[in-house]
């Protein structure tokens, strides 16, 4: 069982920067992790992931070049440095364990990523 937890959000200015920890209880090494987002009455969509142990990364074309996803595996924690934030940014992000490969079901599919934190806010206002 992994048992995920999100900390780092909170309220940035347009063109700010937050940066955003997951902790993990448990096994983490060689299972794909990504961070997702929800807004309200948006689905939740993936925003990065990235491999282990290889560290590749996966973007969603809005963030890149402004997101940089990472992961200590020794320290079972996961990073996402978000830069220039928008305020179509904003919403409630996740971090997820797949309990498997990047690939496996597709890479952004959230039924396939099988453990999930209880989320922290991130608000954008210009």
């Not at 902790?23 to 794909?32: L, Q």
């Not at 940089?68 to 079972?76: E, G, L, Q, V, Y």
């Amino acid at each position: 069982q992994v048992q995920l937890s999100e900390s780092g959000g909170g309220s940035a200015q347009v063109g700010g920067s937050l940066r955003l920890s997951c902790s993990a209880s448990g096994y983490m090494y060689e299972y794909c992790v990504g961070w997702f987002r929800q807004s309200p009455g948006q689905e939740r969509e993936g925003v990065a992931l990235v491999h282990s142990p290889s560290g590749n990364t996966k973007y969603a074309d809005s963030v890149k070049g402004r997101f940089t996803i990472s992961r200590d595996d020794t320290a079972k924690t996961a990073f996402l440095e978000m830069n220039n934030l928008q305020p179509e940014d904003t919403g409630i992000y996740y971090c997820a364990s797949k309990g498997n490969l990047c690939g496996y079901g597709g890479f952004w599919n959230p039924q396939y990523y099988k453990y999930w934190g209880q989320g922290t806010q991130v608000t954008v206002s210009s």
